[in-house]
């Protein structure tokens, strides 16, 4: 297949109705005139102007690489911007030092450290409150998303403001004069009145917030120059107060012990926080969004309402099924309507893959009503913007729904319900789970190895979150062919092993498959309760035809590899760490999995472990 995010110019083009074949003129034109992400480079109707409908598809461009960032790269940028609000602090009070206080000169270097962060792309708390709001106003992004992006990007800017507020304290870079003026300025605003704090507060939102949007209507750099220089000049000469430069200034008067930092927080900081929230909320995100006409999210996003989040997801984010809408599934919504046992099973390849999909077919035969769904993941490259245009969704559909006509084959011949659908996102990892949540999947099936996506992938939320409860029963399948005649399950007393042994017995059932079970002991003195326990375990689990192996040496990865010479597949079950997050992180303890030469199959059964219990395999 092709890359999925390739530029628009490699996109065909056809008219609907006549199917001819596409202008290169037009192709060149839609190159130019749409960025990679599908936002628009010029304005439709008058080139050097953007309506507030195309304004806003540009805005949507940029929301979705701010709120599907990960935390790390969140908070370093937004660490640099604080930095970068201190040289905006440092050069106003150095400034109104050295000129006796003048109100227009002292404040003309003021928009330095802003003009640093919005033309550098640094993720600032007030720039930031626009964008990822319209992703939630569409119901794109949930809300604790859009809380959960505030929050980082809020304790970067005030760790990189303290850290910077230190330094100027303690570090001799200002004069005393300076010094003095800066303690005056924490002072002033400790001092001033809640109410009008506030207020002042709701003001400069507004102008920060309106500079986002009239940032994206800008086409060039020159222009965003002259627009962020003269809004942010407008903060100090009309007395009003931003959020990371009020903090800054708290800090430094803390530091200097004439403040308790807890007084400035709730007297100062707060009022101010919630005057720029509201601010750039209330008076500009929301007017501006209510201007658009009802064409904008079928422009930024496709297939229109049918995408967007559910109002319990919208809500309550990831704990009702999803946060965020990931940019094309053309799934069925859910697993509504769906009965019996749900397999999904994704993939990177269709071309590659067809031994995962057998797996998960031969695994369905034996169920009752079971179905197959597989999800061709489609990851987008390098983290960018994340929007198409309609050409390019309908060629990726395309293009995946016939590289998936042998995957339906596959499905025909075991004779099990499947079905077929395609996702792009960059979430690679964190996708699958939203996929068997959405789908009410009882087990997922999923391949291992370098070449699959997921093998690098990130995920927004912590591996450890996402892993500690499984949304379905997990198969991971490194593939060196499927050949599933002579099986050899490692048993342990728990429910992975007791996973294994259901696809042993769908195996058996379906290939013919000769099974041994293989019980490690520490010593010969245990080999005659381990040859009890397997064969008890043997016929619990409905292999009473399989044979036994107990070994006494105690060291399972070496009885493992022993026995697994002449077998054709091994199943192996998770360690009570569990596997998912240990497979992302190159830990599981497992090496022999790398080491044999047969196909693996890893299982996972979706239990509810506590934190001591994944730390230390204890209950």
Same mark, same amino acid.
């Given at each position: 297949?092709?890359?999925?995010?390739?530029?628009?110019?490699?996109?065909?083009?056809?008219?609907?109705?006549?199917?001819?074949?596409?202008?290169?003129?037009?192709?060149?034109?839609?190159?130019?005139?749409?960025?990679?992400? !599908?936002?628009?480079?010029?304005?439709?109707?008058?080139?050097?102007?953007?309506?507030?409908?195309?304004?806003?598809?540009?805005?949507?461009?940029?929301?979705?690489?701010?709120?599907?960032?990960?935390?790390? @790269?969140?908070?370093?940028?937004?660490?640099?911007?604080?930095?970068?609000?201190?040289?905006?602090?440092?050069?106003?009070?150095?400034?109104?030092?050295?000129?006796?206080?003048?109100?227009?000169?002292?404040?003309?270097?003021?928009?330095? !450290?802003?003009?640093?962060?919005?033309?550098?792309?640094?993720?600032?708390?007030?720039?930031?409150? %626009?964008?990822?709001?319209?992703?939630?106003? $569409?119901?794109?992004?949930?809300?604790?998303?859009?809380?959960?992006?505030?929050?980082?990007?809020?304790?970067?800017?005030?760790?990189?403001?303290?850290?910077?507020?230190?330094?100027?304290?303690?570090?001799?870079?200002?004069?005393?004069?300076?010094?003095?003026?800066?303690?005056?300025?924490?002072?002033?605003?400790?001092?001033?009145?809640?109410?009008?704090?506030?207020?002042?507060?709701?003001?400069?939102?507004?102008?920060?917030?309106?500079?986002?949007?009239?940032?994206?209507?800008?086409?060039?750099?020159?222009?965003?120059?002259?627009?962020?220089?003269?809004?942010?000049?407008?903060?100090?000469? !009309? !007395?009003?107060?931003?959020?990371?430069?009020?903090?800054?200034?708290?800090?430094?008067?803390?530091?200097?012990?004439?403040?308790?930092?807890?007084?400035?927080?709730?007297?100062?900081?707060?009022?101010?926080?919630?005057?720029?929230?509201?601010?750039?909320?209330?008076?500009?995100?929301?007017?501006?969004?209510?201007?658009?006409?009802?064409?904008?999210?079928?422009?930024?996003?496709?297939?229109? &309402?049918?995408?967007?989040?559910?109002?319990?997801?919208?809500?309550?984010?990831?704990?009702?099924?999803?946060?965020?809408?990931?940019?094309?599934?053309?799934?069925?919504?859910?697993?509504?309507?769906?009965?019996?046992?749900?397999?999904?099973?994704?993939?990177?390849?269709?071309?590659?893959?067809?031994?995962?999909?057998? +797996?998960?077919?031969?695994?369905?035969?034996?169920?009752?009503?079971?179905?197959?769904?597989?999800?061709?993941?489609?990851?987008?490259?390098?983290?960018?913007?994340?929007?198409?245009?309609?050409?390019?969704?309908?060629?990726?559909?395309? @293009?995946?729904?016939?590289?998936?006509?042998?995957?339906?084959?596959?499905?025909?011949?075991?004779?099990?319900?499947?079905?077929?659908?395609?996702?792009?996102?960059?979430?690679?990892?964190?996708? &699958?789970?939203?996929?068997?949540?959405?789908?009410?999947?009882?087990?997922?099936?999923?391949?291992?190895?370098?070449?699959?996506?997921?093998?690098?992938?990130?995920?927004?939320?912590?591996?450890?979150?996402?892993?500690?409860?499984?949304?379905?029963?997990?198969?991971?399948?490194?593939?060196?062919?499927?050949?599933?005649?002579?099986?050899?399950?490692?048993?342990?007393?728990?429910?992975?092993?007791?996973?294994?042994? @259901?696809?042993?017995?769908?195996?058996?059932?379906?290939?013919?498959?000769?099974?041994?079970?293989?019980?490690?002991?520490?010593?010969?003195?245990?080999?005659?309760?381990?040859?009890?326990? +397997?064969?008890?375990?043997?016929?619990?689990?409905? %292999?009473?035809?399989? $044979?036994?192996?107990?070994?006494?040496?105690?060291?399972?990865?070496?009885?493992?590899?022993?026995?697994?010479?002449?077998?054709?597949?091994?199943?192996?079950?998770?360690? $009570?760490?569990?596997?998912?997050?240990?497979?992302?992180?190159?830990?599981?303890?497992?090496?022999?999995?790398?080491?044999?030469?047969?196909?693996?199959?890893?299982? @996972?059964?979706?239990?509810?472990?506590?934190?001591?219990?994944?730390?230390?395999?204890?209950?």
């Amino acid at each position: 297949m092709t890359d999925a995010d390739t530029g628009p110019a490699e996109s065909s083009r056809t008219t609907p109705d006549s199917g001819a074949p596409p202008d290169p003129e037009e192709s060149v034109r839609e190159a130019v005139e749409r960025s990679r992400s !599908g936002a628009p480079a010029v304005g439709s109707v008058v080139r050097d102007r953007f309506s507030s409908d195309e304004i806003f598809q540009r805005i949507i461009a940029a929301a979705d690489e701010e709120i599907t960032s990960g935390s790390r @790269e969140l908070f370093f940028s937004a660490l640099a911007a604080g930095f970068a609000i201190t040289i905006t602090f440092m050069l106003y009070v150095s400034l109104k030092a050295s000129t006796g206080g003048d109100p227009v000169v002292s404040a003309l270097l003021y928009p330095l !450290g802003f003009i640093y962060i919005i033309i550098g792309g640094y993720q600032l708390y007030t720039e930031n409150t %626009l964008p990822p709001v319209a992703l939630a106003l $569409e119901r794109l992004a949930s809300i604790p998303a859009l809380l959960r992006n505030w929050t980082v990007v809020l304790a970067g800017n005030f760790v990189g403001g303290a850290l910077g507020a230190t330094a100027l304290a303690f570090g001799g870079v200002i004069s005393p004069e300076a010094a003095a003026v800066a303690a005056d300025l924490g002072q002033t605003g400790v001092d001033t009145a809640w109410w009008s704090l506030f207020s002042k507060a709701a003001f400069a939102g507004l102008i920060v917030a309106g500079v986002v949007w009239v940032e994206y209507a800008a086409r060039d750099t020159i222009s965003r120059l002259a627009v962020v220089y003269i809004a942010f000049l407008a903060i100090p000469l !009309g !007395g009003l107060y931003h959020s990371v430069v009020s903090f800054t200034e708290m800090v430094y008067l803390v530091l200097h012990g004439d403040l308790a930092f807890w007084v400035g927080i709730v007297e100062f900081v707060l009022p101010v926080l919630l005057g720029n929230t509201i601010g750039g909320v209330v008076l500009v995100t929301i007017v501006n969004y209510f201007q658009t006409t009802d064409h904008r999210l079928e422009s930024a996003r496709f297939d229109g &309402i049918d995408r967007q989040l559910s109002l319990r997801e919208w809500l309550l984010g990831g704990v009702a099924g999803r946060s965020y809408v990931p940019l094309i599934d053309t799934a069925e919504h859910g697993g509504e309507g769906r009965e019996g046992y749900r397999i999904v099973v994704p993939i990177s390849n269709p071309r590659t893959e067809t031994a995962l999909v057998e +797996l998960a077919c031969a695994l369905a035969t034996r169920k009752p009503d079971a179905s197959v769904h597989v999800v061709h993941i489609v990851q987008t490259p390098d983290r960018t913007p994340k929007g198409y245009n309609v050409d390019q969704r309908d060629r990726i559909i395309e @293009e995946s729904d016939a590289l998936m006509a042998d995957i339906r084959e596959i499905a025909d011949h075991y004779d099990v319900d499947s079905r077929t659908s395609t996702v792009v996102s960059h979430r690679s990892f964190e996708e &699958i789970f939203d996929i068997a949540e959405r789908n009410r999947a009882d087990l997922v099936v999923m391949g291992w190895g370098d070449d699959r996506l997921w093998s690098a992938g990130r995920a927004e939320r912590a591996l450890d979150e996402l892993t500690s409860r499984l949304p379905a029963d997990f198969l991971v399948f490194k593939d060196r062919g499927l050949d599933a005649s002579r099986i050899l399950l490692p048993v342990a007393d728990n429910a992975h092993a007791d996973l294994n042994a @259901e696809v042993a017995r769908a195996l058996g059932e379906t290939a013919g498959s000769e099974v041994t079970l293989l019980r490690v002991v520490d010593d010969p003195d245990e080999r005659e309760a381990g040859e009890r326990f +397997l064969a008890d375990w043997a016929d619990a689990h409905d %292999l009473g035809d399989a $044979e036994l192996v107990v070994d006494d040496s105690g060291d399972v990865e070496g009885a493992i590899a022993r026995e697994a010479a002449d077998r054709s597949l091994l199943l192996v079950g998770a360690t $009570e760490q569990g596997l998912l997050a240990r497979l992302m992180t190159d830990s599981l303890h497992f090496d022999i999995v790398n080491e044999v030469n047969n196909s693996v199959v890893l299982a @996972e059964r979706a239990t509810d472990r506590s934190l001591r219990r994944r730390l230390f395999g204890r209950p």
